[in-house]
């Protein structure tokens, strides 16, 4: 896959976690992203806050849970979140406590019920996975792990390929792909011979490897690449919006990302949603976009960075330097100065750090 290919499914991918710190086996990200797939647990989440270069930790009233006392942090996953305390990693809950003492020095992120993690170095040694007691259930042997989907997840073993295993740690597809990514919707990704296709739970291959670059099934479609041309397949593996875009990601609460336009350079495309028609629902137009979440979607307008509604509207006037995701009505945006605040979905702060607010130039020089 070209640098080009990776940028034309990957581009609108980001996530509101802790920015760069919340690294997962396998992503960008990205990630968020790799294919991203929201799951919001409104109830069972804290949303993490930085002073002093420490991370504290809100709720979403915006009252402090955990005083500023952690290094780095991940995203909230199943009522469980990863933390650094000393260069290691642990578990908090979503009261805001130490449940799997800092230990590891890589993990995922909790999906049903297991997290895969390392314990000598970020991807330098073998991986395994604990349960939610900080207990191993499958022994670190492999040399890269990914998160459980559907029951099974990726390994990587010596060989440089990936297969699937079950929860008993049962190797049920032999590892014979040179890149293997989540189950999703029934289908796994997977990449041979730089050709991108799709097998069941059987390791059966229903897509035959085709297609350039590719995407995981979201809403019953994948974004797929042929060359430099775009467009979506059912689980059929029949072409439902045609190769005709240059750029986009899958379906996300009925609407995806596609882009038009000549040349290598993203800043000259037409960037913009359709849905499963094929058909363009918001006419305006965006210097760039991300997917919806919770009915909204971050848009960027004149440099900044606001949020529109499902029928173009914008909702939250663009100013900020970055925007994250919605997740349990709240979504994390950035100033031009590096802080950060919580907005809800009318834009009305629920948290900001100390120095949230832009100052003027004659601040900045006094």
């Keep these: 896959m070209t640098t080009k290919q990776i940028y034309f499914l990957l581009f609108t991918f980001l996530t509101n976690s802790c920015m760069s710190q919340d690294n997962q086996n396998k992503t960008t990200q990205e990630d968020d992203d790799l294919p991203v797939q929201h799951i919001y647990e409104p109830a069972e989440r804290l949303y993490y806050f930085r002073e002093n270069e420490l991370i504290g930790f809100i709720d979403r009233t915006g009252k402090v849970i955990v005083p500023p006392t952690y290094e780095s942090c991940g995203e909230f996953s199943e009522g469980l979140c990863m ?44 991986g395994g996975y604990i349960n939610k007691q900080g207990e191993v259930v499958i022994d670190f042997q492999y040399h890269l792990c990914d998160s459980f989907k559907e029951g099974l997840a990726s390994v990587q073993l010596g060989s440089g390929l990936w297969g699937y295993i079950d929860k008993k740690a049962r190797l049920v597809i032999p590892p014979i792909y040179d890149f293997a990514y989540d189950f999703s919707e029934g289908l796994a990704l997977v990449e041979k011979q730089k050709k991108y296709g799709y097998i069941n739970r059987k390791g059966e291959v229903v897509i035959d490897f085709i297609y350039d670059s590719a995407e995981s099934f979201s809403e019953g479609l994948a974004a797929v690449a042929i060359g430099d041309s775009l467009g ?12 005709q875009y240059i750029g986009g990601s899958g379906f996300e609460e009925g609407l995806a990302i596609v882009s038009v336009g000549e040349g290598d350079d993203p800043d000259q495309w037409d960037v913009f949603y359709i849905n499963r028609q094929n058909q363009r629902v918001i006419a305006q137009r965006f210097e760039d976009i991300r997917s919806f979440s919770e009915g909204l979607a971050g848009i960027k307008l004149n440099g900044k960075w606001g949020f529109i509604n499902k029928q173009g509207e914008i909702v939250v006037p663009p100013q900020y ?46």
Aim: charged share 30%; net charge negative; hydrophobic share 30%.
């Design 321 to 366: 330097e970055k925007v994250g995701y919605f997740k349990g009505g709240i979504a994390r945006v950035e100033s031009p100065l590096e802080e950060y605040a919580y907005i809800d979905t009318t834009g009305k702060y629920i948290f900001k750090e100390e120095y949230f607010e832009t100052p003027s130039v004659e601040g900045l020089k006094d």
């Design 232 to 243: 979506f397949i059912n689980k059929q593996g029949e072409e439902v919006i045609p190769l």
């Design 83 to 126: 933390v650094e305390l000393n260069n290691k990693l642990g578990f908090i809950d979503a009261r805001g406590k130490l449940v799997i003492e800092p230990q590891f020095e890589y993990y995922s992120r909790f999906s049903e019920g297991l997290a895969d993690v390392y314990i000598k170095g970020y991807r330098s040694e073998r």
